[in-house]
Every structure is written in structure tokens, then in C-alpha cells.
């Protein structure tokens, strides 16, 4: 370029040249010949062309533009072949009028640049260490757009190199020119045995679908316990989307991470009604209500009567078969069935305080020893069974769990009774 341009001057300045000679010539006929001559050797000095192999490279207006040409570019083909004195060693000088000469520097570059055995290459380095040297930057990129389309997938975000790949084109042995399939091979990923293999890192999104627990939403029920759970509706779980970010190098995951989620099914909550009082619908509650409606045909204590104890152990409620009886307060089941005898079917109840109450002359038995009643429960109904004059219940209390007393001393008003 340098060169082209220096030339394109020349030619301007030999128009010039050529005009003021007509001029001179045309005024000053006896100078001209002088004149002319002056001009001549004033504008085309004499000048050292340099030829290689042959063909003529360019041309210098000194010797010592010679030399120091010839000394740099010997110089730096020593460097490159690695061979001293390589250009001077065949080139050829001559001394002619030449039209442009050229600095010692642009004959230098000139003179590296006709030697075939240097050639300008693009070099690649990873990492600032050189890997190859190949005809143009193109075919870099096109390895590296290779290399980085192994990995890339629908999915990926964005993909890249780790190592810092550079190239800088430079005069250098053509011996040491690389096949650019080789070049490829040595930054490939997936080669082991290369110090210049490449680590593609790249990114994709990735989404997955996961559930969203369902939770529970409790009403608490005034007259309930705590230990009653009602089961109202079934919960269900929602479902959300899940995004990720995933970091893969060489297509191998090494990170992820979540960046967001949206739900896509609201999750139905679960409800249920817990009893809001505290303790057990069976416990005990320290008090006994009237187990039965119906009225005191017979109190505690001493009687005359034809059948049955003299000395009565409980009370007795009369009214008709099938009437409920209810347990006067809560607690274990421990006796229910036929004794055989004057209780006829009969039921005993132990409560929390260790007090038993017992049900007597039942016609049918609603409860098995072991279960849990609480107070109020229908446990039995009123019979006839034993030894009666007509349906009844014999209900007792033994505050001891083995002697009855007189249950008024526990009860509270009268059983109730519709005439
Ligand atoms: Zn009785």
C-alpha cells in the first residue's frame, strides 16, 4: 500500500517534471540542454535495485539503505528459518536510474515478504501459548463456531469458550504452517491427549413440573373435643413449573440453579373440624346425669318386697322394654352380658375416679367390655331380665368399684319422665 502510493506520487511528480521542461525549454533555448540535465539528475538519482531469485524486489537511493535493508531482513529471515545470512545469500544488486526508491525499511519487508519459504499466516494462541498457524481468521472462527455448535441444543441460553483463544497474523516458517483440520483437533474438547483442548461453557434453560403440597385449613367446633377430627373435604395437591438455569461444560451439568416458578394447578387445601374443648369426648366428668327416663319405683336401702334384696342396692327407674339407657358419665366398659342371676343383663361402667356404675335387668346390650363410652351414650336398652316384677333399670353406684351406696347422693333432681 505504501508502495502503490509512492508510485502514484512519482507519477504526479514526473507530469510536473515534464511540464516545466517543455516550459524551460521554450524560453530558455540556450540553457536547456544544462537545465535539463540538471533537473534530470536532481529527480532520477541513481538508485540500488535489489533483486531476488531473479525477479527485482525494489530499490534503494544508498548503500547504506542497501545494507541496512539487507542487514534487517537477513535479520528476520534468521529468525524465522532459523538460517543466518538467508536473503543475502541470493540476492543480486544493481546499480540503475531508477524511478522510486523506497526506505530501507519498506525494502526490508519487500524482500521477507518474496522468500517462499516465509509466509504471512494467521497464528493462534490459547491462552498465550501458540497452537497453529493458518491461512486466514476465517477458518479459526469456523472451527470455533464447530466446536461450539456440538453444544448447543434448543435449549441453550448462550455459549462460550473459557480459554482466551487469540490469533495475530505474523511472518513465519511455512514449514510451520498448520492443517486447519489438525488446528481443530488439538482445540477439540473431547481430546484428551491436548493441551489446548478447549472447555465449551454453556447455559440452557430447563424446566421441570413439580407439586404444590396441599394445606390444611381446621374449623374448630365449640362442642367438640380435641381428640375428635372431622374429616370435611379431601385436600389436593397443585402443580407449578420449575425453571432452571443449568451450567454445562463440555455438555456436562456442573450447576444449577432455580430462577423461578409459577403455579399452574392451585393446590385445594384439605379441611377439617377439630373439637375445640379440651380432653376427650369419653372422659370422665366427675359427675353422673340421670341414666334413664322414666320414674323411682324403688329407692336405696331397706324395703319389704317379695322378690329380690330386702336391702336394695340400688335405685330403679321403671319404664317401658326398649327405652335407652345412657352411661351416667364416661369411662371402660368392664362387664356387659347375661349373669345368670337376679342382674339379669347387665352392664358395668368404670370411670376415670375409679367409681363403677352398673345397669341391670337390660333387655338388649348396646356395648362389649372394653370399649370407651363417654356420658350420654346409649349403651343398652331398658328389660326385664332377672329377677323383676316388670321392665325396669337397676342402676348402681359403687364409689369403691365394689360397694354400692345410695345414688341420690351423686344425682341431681329427678330422672326425666313424659307422662
Ligand atoms: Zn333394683
Not at 544488486?93 to 517462499?116: F, M, N, Q, R, Y
Not at 379441611?271 to 370422665?284: F, Q
Not at 348396646?366 to 350420654?376: E, F, K, N, T
Request: negative net charge; aromatic residues 6%.
Amino acid at each position: 500500500m505504501i508502495f502503490r502510493h509512492s508510485n502514484h506520487g512519482a507519477h504526479e511528480k514526473q507530469g510536473s517534471d515534464k511540464r516545466r521542461k517543455a516550459l524551460m525549454l521554450s524560453a530558455l533555448t540556450a540553457c536547456a540542454l544544462v537545465f535539463s540535465l540538471l533537473c534530470v539528475f536532481s529527480s532520477y538519482s541513481i538508485c540500488y535495485a535489489v533483486s531476488y531469485g531473479g525477479q527485482v524486489v525494489g530499490q534503494v537511493s544508498s548503500r547504506a539503505e542497501l545494507t541496512a535493508a539487507i542487514e534487517e531482513a537477513d535479520s528476520l529471515a534468521g529468525e524465522i528459518l532459523g538460517e543466518e545470512h538467508y536473503i543475502s545469500q541470493c540476492l543480486s544488486v544493481t546499480a540503475t536510474v531508477g524511478t522510486v526508491p523506497e526506505s530501507a525499511e519498506e525494502l526490508a519487508g519487500k524482500l521477507i515478504e518474496s522468500v517462499d519459504s516465509i509466509v504471512n499466516r494467521c497464528c493462534v494462541y490459547v491462552d498465550g501459548s501458540m497452537v497453529g498457524a493458518i491461512a486466514d481468521d476465517g477458518e479459526l472462527q469456523d472451527i470455533l463456531d464447530a466446536i461450539a455448535a456440538r453444544y448447543t441444543t434448543d435449549s441453550t441460553v448462550s455459549v462460550g469458550i473459557r480459554e482466551n483463544v487469540t490469533y495475530e497474523y505474523a511472518l513465519i516458517n511455512a514449514e510451520l504452517e498448520s492443517d486447519p483440520e489438525e488446528l481443530a483437533w488439538l482445540l477439540d474438547p473431547n481430546n484428551g491427549e491436548s493441551q489446548y483442548r478447549l472447555t465449551v461453557v454453556s447455559r440452557e434453560s430447563s424446566a421441570s413440573v413439580a407439586s404444590v403440597p396441599h394445606g390444611t385449613v381446621v374449623t374448630y367446633d365449640p362442642e367438640g373435643y380435641s381428640d375428635e377430627v372431622e374429616h370435611v373435604s379431601d385436600g389436593q395437591d397443585g402443580l407449578m413449573v420449575c425453571s432452571y438455569s443449568v451450567e454445562l461444560e463440555n455438555g456436562q451439568v456442573v450447576g444449577r440453579h432455580l430462577t423461578g416458578t409459577q403455579v399452574t394447578v392451585e393446590p385445594q387445601p384439605e379441611e377439617i373440624t377439630v373439637g375445640a374443648l379440651p380432653g376427650s369426648r369419653t372422659d370422665s366428668r366427675g359427675f353422673y346425669i340421670w341414666p334413664t327416663t322414666g320414674l323411682i319405683t324403688s329407692e336405696f336401702g331397706g324395703r319389704e318386697t317379695d322378690v329380690g334384696s330386702a336391702d336394695h342396692s340400688g335405685l330403679d327407674i321403671g319404664n317401658t322394654i326398649g327405652t335407652d339407657v345412657w352411661a351416667a358419665d364416661g369411662g371402660d366398659v368392664i362387664y356387659a352380658g347375661d349373669t345368670h342371676a337376679g342382674y339379669g343383663l347387665l352392664v358395668k361402667v368404670l370411670h376415670d375416679n375409679g367409681q363403677v356404675t352398673c345397669y341391670a335387668h337390660l333387655s338388649r346390650i348396646l356395648v362389649s367390655v372394653g370399649d370407651r363410652v363417654a356420658q350420654g351414650d346409649v349403651i343398652a336398652r331398658m328389660g326385664d331380665t332377672g329377677d323383676v316384677t316388670g321392665p325396669h333399670l337397676h342402676f348402681e353406684i359403687r364409689p369403691d368399684g365394689e360397694n354400692p351406696v345410695d345414688p341420690m347422693r351423686y344425682m341431681t333432681g329427678w330422672p326425666e319422665f313424659d307422662r
